[in-house]
């Protein structure tokens, strides 16, 4: 997969999702539709994980510094 923005990602997501509930695809077009959807939910999840981290990070250093004034 192209480097992609968590947003760009997400709204594919979205797409899929309203084309499989749609039930307009055949069980092939699902199929792949589905598989891409697992890639772009992975993507997600990591992205949103190394925000979560970088969050952490950020509050654990903010009250090490005030711990030290």
């Known amino acids: ?3 992609k923005t968590f947003e760009q990602a997400m709204n594919e997501l979205e ?11 055949n069980l092939e ?3 792949e539709l589905y598989k891409k959807g697992l890639d772009l ?5 990591n992205k949103l994980k190394e ?8 509050s ?3 009250v ?3 711990n030290n004034a």
Do not use: Q
């Open 41 to 45: 939910y992975s993507f997600c999840f």
């Open 51 to 58: 925000a979560e981290k970088l969050i952490v990070k950020i």
């Open 15 to 25: 797409e899929i999702v309203k084309r499989l509930e749609s039930g307009t695809t």
């Open 29 to 31: 077009e699902s199929i």
């Open 1 to 3: 997969m192209t480097e």
């Open 60 to 62: 654990d250093d903010k």
């Open 64 to 66: 090490g510094e005030d």
